[in-house]
Each structure stands twice: as C-alpha cells, then as structure tokens.
C-alpha cells in the first residue's frame, strides 16, 4: 500500500505495519477479494477497520464497502461464510462470520438525510468517492481495495491519513452539514476523542458549540451507547471535557458540568468538577484488567450531589452535607433517563450512596456491627466500593493522602478478620423463615418477614449466635412486639 506523504518515514512505517497487519487476514480477504472480483465487482475494506489496522489496534470486526447491491452480497458469500443474516439490509448491510471474524458488507451509499430524525433516506451511490464523502470524520473514511490474488491498494481521498498523523478528528464535508445530517456524531467526535486519544479540528469544535442542542433530535438509548463507549475509552477524562467545553452535556449529561461550581474568595472549595475527573482516573488506575463500566461512572457522578447541598459556613467553610444521599438520587434519575438496565441503576446509584460512609470510621472506632452493616450494604460492589473509596482522595497534603489510605488498609484487614472468622458475604439469621412459623406459631406472612429482619439486624449487631440463643432472643422480641 502506497500513499504519498509529508512525514513519508512515520507514514510509511503506519502503512507498512497496516499491510502487515491485513496479509494476517490473508484466509478470509483474498477468497473474499477473489470472489467478489470474479463477479465483475469491486470491495473496499473501509471506516473504523483501516484505521485500526494503521493504528495497530484491529480486532474482530471487518466492514467493507462495495459496488455489489445487498442482494448480489448474498450469493456471493452464501456457501464460503459460516453464517450470515440480513438484519441490516434496509440500510444495503449484509453481515456475516468467517473463521470467527465478523464481517459487515454494505453497498456504496450516498444517503439523504431529512435533518428531522437521524434516519437516512437509503439511497445507492456508484462509486467509493460517493461513499467515503458520507463518512463521520476523514480517519474514519480511509479505504483499502481488495483485489484478486492478494492485492491490496490504499486509497485516502479525503487526506484522512494525513489528520490520522495529526491526530485530528475533522469532518469529509463542512461540520455544520455532517452534523445536521446526523446530530449523533457530535458525541461520537468526544467518543474518539476518549478512544483514540485525538483533538477536535477547530472547525468541528466550533459547529459542534452552535450545535449541541441538537443532540436532542436523538433517542436516549443512542446517547447512552455513545457515553459508554466515551467512558470505556482509554482516555476518558479528555473525551467528558469536550462534551462539557461544548455544552454537548448540557444535554445529555447536565449533572457533570453543573459540578463546575463557582469559587469565590471567602469561601474556598475543591473544583468538584476537576475532583470528579480526577477520582475517575484514579479509580481506572486501580481497575483489575478489564475497564469496570459501573465503577467508572460511580466515579464520575460520586459528587453530582454537591451543587444541590452546598452551604456557604460562617468563617469561610462550604459544606455539602448529605450531598451522598441527593446524589444517589440524581444518579438513579439520571441513569433512567439514559435507559440504563435496573441492575446498573442500583449499582451505580448505591455506590453512590455509600461512598462517604467510610468517613465515619475515623481511627478505627467502629464496631464489629458497623463493619459488618458496611459489608453487608456493599453486597457484591464491596470491591468497586474499596477502589471508589480510595479514588475519592484527591488532596495535595501527602501526609493526610497516606493517612487516610492506612486507614482504609484498616478497614480492609478488619473485613478480611470478620470474614474469616463469619460468613460476612452472605449475612443471614439464625433461623430461617421456617424454624421462625415454627417457633412463633405463624403462617407465612408479614409477620414472619418482620421476625426475619429482626433477626438479621442481631447478626449484624453481634455477629453469629447459636440456635438456642437466636431462638431466645426471637421468643423475647415477638413476647415484647405482641404487647406493643
């Protein structure tokens, strides 16, 4: 693959590697080529995968671009791939698995947009040029043809490997256009900003500034895609600084840049906004392979409660009393707003919520039941709510940074005691809901849920207790509930 360049040694070196990279794919790409050629039709590989396979990050997923119509697609790859299926054939994609790679052949397109909904008016184009034009951002709209026997052209009209070597993101077409077209790539350009580490060309900065409320014209579930993939991205914290520098979050994500509270001089305060930042990055730090969606945005929205608590103190002090409890609250509206799953509501919004409980700790003056109630009201985010916990310390004073880091080795060896010595993971009375009908007399009903309850909050309180104890202390409470 050949391209001329102004930095021809980094360029060619980029290339060379992509090449590399794609005669890997040998097994599928000239059988795929070969095919497609002898049909009379031309293949591209294009968008996100030419970029990747510059940029040494390819993975699975093959998209290709083509002459051929969807239905010519079919035959063509009927009996070589493993499997395909047309769910995206109104809008000219045939997908399909080969030798575990996925695969996405879409027919040259040179859409119409209404600029009312995101939906294009599907409509063929004849030629690569009418295709790549359409594109989100020149990176994006590089292309590699595959011919027969192996053969392989770079082809880059749109000087996307030139904003590749930039790191730039800009548009084929004038901002304002991309976007009235189709709003969604307004959050996409932070999405690759988080991704791929680049900056926005000034031009798409700006539309993006006059445009964001237009995000709007977008469905929740489309947003929230977007946003998971920004905070799942290698550099998170630049790509929610763009959204904010915008006004995109504004829209989609008002809570984060109302965090930018006012500081004046008589009563002085951390920047939550910039704290928050810092806290998600520390807390990806402390991440165990894997980026952890739930801890990352438990991360980031720990402190939303904060603008709706503040109080201005006599002498000069802010507080933000029981900001914790407000912005678990706002978390839980925000994240049902985004059509967020109910499992990711309560973890995020509980991690949320029990985020500044550690506070209480001190020097270790809780009791063996505090410690276990912490426990036992983390359930399984115990290990989120480890890495939130010690994330939350972003202060400049080292003595104080350390202090508060053995204090939380403290808690943590406490755990680990009362973990080995009680079943702290799965805290339950006593006696179970039978043994409680049968001692008391009962029938199933909300009576024996209150005995139960009753019993779980002794456990906690004093840890495990025999049989004939926890039946002598339920004997004593229902003796005492029956005269209330």
């Known amino acids: 693959m050949t391209a001329p360049s102004p930095d021809p040694d980094r360029r060619a070196r980029l290339l060379a590697d992509a090449e590399t990279t794609l005669r890997q794919l040998s097994d599928v790409l000239t059988p795929l080529g070969d095919r497609f050629a002898d049909a009379g039709h031309e293949l591209y590989l294009v968008g996100g995968t030419v970029r990747d396979a510059v940029l040494g990050r390819l993975g699975t997923d093959l998209d290709f671009t083509t002459d051929a119509r969807p239905e010519q697609v079919q035959v063509l790859l009927r009996g070589w791939v493993d499997n395909q299926w047309d769910t995206g054939i109104a809008f000219g994609t045939v997908s399909a698995v080969k030798d575990a790679q996925q695969i996405e052949i879409t027919t040259f397109r040179a859409d119409a947009y209404d600029r009312v909904s995101r939906n294009p008016v599907v409509r063929y184009g004849s030629t690569l040029a009418d295709d790549l034009v359409r594109r989100d951002f020149t990176v994006n709209a590089m292309a590699v043809r ?26 084929p077409a004038a901002p304002e256009d991309s976007f009235a077209d189709d709003p969604l790539r307004m959050l996409r350009a932070a999405r690759f900003v988080s991704q791929l580490g680049f900056v926005l060309a000034p031009r798409v900065h700006e539309a993006i500034v006059a445009m964001a409320p237009q995000i709007e014209r977008i469905t929740a579930e489309r947003v929230r895609a977007e946003l998971d993939k920004l905070m799942l991205g290698d550099y998170p914290i630049d790509g929610l ?134 426990v036992n009201d983390a359930g399984p985010l115990l290990p989120k709510l480890h890495k939130l916990v010690r994330a939350d310390c972003t202060t400049r004073n080292k003595r104080r940074a350390a202090a508060l880091q053995a204090t939380y080795d403290d808690i943590e060896a406490r755990i680990e005691r009362l973990a080995a010595e009680e079943d702290l993971a799965r805290v339950r009375p006593d006696l179970d809901g039978n043994a409680i009908m049968e001692l008391l007399g009962l029938a199933p009903g909300p009576e024996v849920g209150r005995a139960w309850k009753f019993l779980k909050d002794l456990r906690l309180d004093r840890g495990p207790l025999d049989r004939d104890e926890a039946e002598a202390e339920l004997v004593k409470w229902w003796a005492q509930h029956q005269e209330g």
């Open 146 to 171: 595959i011919g027969p026997g192996d053969r392989q052209e770079f082809v880059d009209p749109l000087n996307g490997m030139d904003a590749l070597l930039a790191g730039v993101l800009d548009t």
């Open 241 to 374: 600084n763009v959204t904010v520098e915008t006004g995109l979050a504004e829209h989609v994500l008002p809570e984060v840049p109302a965090m930018k509270l006012e500081i004046d001089e008589h009563h002085q305060h951390k920047d939550v906004y910039w704290h928050s930042l810092t806290v998600l990055k520390q807390a990806i730090d402390l991440e165990d392979g894997d980026p952890d969606l739930v801890l990352r945005w438990a991360a980031l929205l720990h402190d939303i409660g904060k603008p709706d608590t503040k109080r201005n103190e006599p002498g000069g002090g802010v507080s933000f009393h029981h900001h914790e409890v407000v912005g678990a609250k706002m978390a839980r509206r925000r994240m049902r707003a985004l059509k967020y799953s109910k499992q990711m509501v309560d973890d995020v919004s509980q991690l949320v919520f029990l985020h500044l409980r550690f506070h209480g700790y001190g020097k270790g003056q809780w009791t063996d039941s505090a410690v276990r109630r912490y």
